[in-house]
Structures are given as C-alpha cells and as structure tokens.
C-alpha cells in the first residue's frame, strides 16, 4: 500500500473547524498515513490550548514511525528556496516560512510518498520541480 504524509494544515483545519473528515477518511482507506517531524514540530508551535497540546501530543504518541529531513534534504531546500523565491521575487519571510513545506516535500520524494495538504500553491511549485506526488484538498 502506498505511502502519504498529512501536511500541518490539514491537522489544524480538521481538529479547529471540522473541516477535511471525508479527505482523511479516504486517506487512511487508500494510504498508509506517516508522520512527518516537520509537521509534528509545527504542529506542536502553533499548540496555544490545554486541547490543542493535548491533541498534538496524542498524534505523536501514535506517530510511531516519524519521517525527518536528511541532511542532503536540508541542502536541497536550500537550493529549491533560493530558486523558487528568486523567480517569484519573494522577501526574507516568505522564503523561511516555504523551508518547511520544501522538507516536507523532500521527505516525501524521498520515501515515495504524496503529500496530502491544504496549501496547494505552495506544493504546486514544489511538485513541479521536484516530482513529488500532492493531493490538495
């Protein structure tokens, strides 16, 4: 069975606004859902609440198998960042908040995975360039 990371925004949409139920329900059907420490970190960031620690902290209990960046990935993003920020003339801002999401992309190559996300337009420009598989939902 194939492989798939939940990206952050997924997460947060589904736990504060109900939102993604049938897209992760159709994911875990098809996909054997892993777990990306770049996501967990986020996730774990942005956790302000009692509830949202709580959830946070649950999902990486259950994260058994965790997935992180190489240091050939870091290189890579590096580049990706660089060429990709240049070309649409992003600032200092936008380019650090796309170094997750090129990770998390790069983890995902790297293992075979497709990326189930909420932020198609940045996955968009990542799966051009560097062929990894993005369900937007």
């Not at 302000?48 to 290189?75: H, I, K, N, Y």
């Not at 936008?94 to 996955?123: C, P, S, Y």
Request: glycine content about 6%.
């Amino acid at each position: 069975m194939p492989w798939a990371i939940l990206d952050t925004g997924v997460y947060i949409g589904h736990w504060e606004r109900g939102l993604y139920e049938d897209t992760m329900a159709a994911t875990r059907r098809a996909f054997v859902v892993r777990h990306a420490a770049v996501v967990l970190s986020e996730l774990r960031r942005g956790a302000r609440t009692r509830d949202a620690q709580r959830l946070v902290d649950q999902l990486c209990r259950l994260a058994t198998t965790q997935w992180e960046p190489t240091a050939a990935d870091w290189w890579e993003a590096g580049r990706l960042i660089r060429q990709i920020g240049d070309a649409r003339g992003w600032d200092r801002n936008k380019r650090r908040d796309f170094q997750n999401d090129a990770l998390i992309a790069l983890t995902a190559r790297r293992h075979g995975a497709t990326i189930v996300t909420a932020d198609r337009a940045d996955f968009d420009l990542l799966a051009k360039e560097i062929r990894v598989s993005v369900i937007p939902v």
